[in-house]
C-alpha cells in the first residue's frame, strides 16, 4: 500500500473554503418556529410538512455553486440541532436531514457536496448515519473519509447505535481499516472503532494495529500518530472494561505483545537515524517514534505491572536507541515467559 498523508493544512483549508466569507452571520439566519423546534409532542403532519420544506431549501443550497449560499445552507442545518432541546423535533428533523442528505454523498456528487454532508452527518445518529458511512467511508476525497469517520466515532461514543447499527458501522470501518491509504483517515478510523460498544470492535483494532507493523517497518518515515491513537483510545477502553470487573487479561496481553512490536520497531529506526546524515524532519521522525514508543512502554508496564503482578523493566529515554534496544530486550525475556508465554514468531509476524 502506498502511504499518502493528508495533511491538516488541506483538510482546514477544505472548511475554511466550505464555510465561506461571513460564515457567523449566516449562521445566526433562517430558522424553524419555536413552537416546532420546542414540540412537546409529535409532530403533527403539517409541522413536518414545515420541517421537510425547510430542509428541502438548505440542501439546495449546498448545492448551489456560490460559496455564501452553500455556507448559508450548512449553518442553517447546523443551527436547528443548536436551537432544539426537543427530542420529538431532534427525532424527526435528523430523519429529514438525513433522507435528503445521504443522496448526496455519492461519488458523482460535487466534492464541496460531498464534504458537506460528511461535516453535517456529525449530527446525525442511528440508522441515518449507518447510510451515509456505508457510502462516504469509500469516497475518493480523503478529507470526505476523515469527516465521516470523525462523525461515526462521536456518535459511537455518545452510544447513539443499537447493536445491529454497530455492527454494520464495524464492518465498513474493519474494510476501511484494510484500504485506508491517508493517515489522518486512519487514526479517525481507528479511534471509531474502539469507541464502538461491541466485544468484536476490540479484535478488529488489535489486528488492525498489528498489521500496521509491517507497513512501518516498509515506511520508517511514516508518522505513528495514526496507529498511536488507536492504540490510546484502545487501551483507554481496555483499562476501563478491566476497572469495572470484565475479564479482558487476553485482550491487554495481545496489546502488550503488539506495543512489543513497535517498541523493537522504534529502537531498530532510531538506530538507523543515527547512522544517517541528518535531514530538515529528522527531529520531527525521532520525536514522533519517541512518542509511540513512550505510548508502548506505558502500556506494557501496565500489562505485567497490574494485570500478571510482575516487575517490569525500569523506563527508558524513548529517544535513545541504545537505551530502547536494551530495554526491549528485557521486554522480551518477560513476555516469553509465563504468563504470556508469547513466541519469537509472534514478536514477529503480525497475527
Sequence with gaps: MRFR?????LIAALCIAVVGPGGQTLFA???????????????SAQEKSTVDTFVDAQVA??????????????????DQFNLSTSQFFLDYYRQSVAQRI??????????MTRLNVAIISA????ASLVGILQTGAADPSPAVRYWI????????????????????????????????DSSLVLEQVMVAIAEIDLREAIPTVLNGLDSRVTFHQNNPKAPFKPVQGGMQQLYRKLVEQRSGGTNVTNELHNL???????????????????????ADDTEAIKQDKAVMAGLCG???????RDVAKLTPPQPVATNNAAQLKASAALWRDILKAPPFNFTDEQFNTAQ
Design 5 to 9: 498523508r493528508c495533511p491538516a493544512w
Design 29 to 43: 439566519q433562517g430558522s424553524l418556529p419555536q413552537n416546532i423546534l420546542q414540540a412537546q409532542a409529535d409532530l
Design 61 to 78: 443550497r449546498l448545492k448551489s455553486n456560490d460559496p455564501a449560499e452553500v455556507a448559508a445552507g450548512r449553518a442553517n442545518l447546523f
Design 102 to 111: 445521504t443522496p448526496l454523498v455519492q461519488p458523482d456528487q460535487p466534492l
Design 123 to 126: 449530527k446525525l445518529s442511528g
Design 149 to 180: 469517520a470523525k462523525a461515526i466515532g462521536g456518535a459511537a461514543k455518545a452510544k447513539a447505535f443499537d447493536a445491529q447499527q454497530q455492527q454494520d458501522v464495524l464492518n465498513s470501518l474493519a474494510q476501511r481499516l484494510k484500504d485506508e
Design 256 to 278: 502488550a505483545r503488539i506495543a512489543f512490536r513497535y517498541y523493537t520497531l522504534i529502537g531498530d529506526q532510531l538506530e538507523a537515524i543515527s547512522n544517517e546524515a541528518p
Design 298 to 304: 506505558q502500556v506494557m508496564d501496565y500489562v505485567v
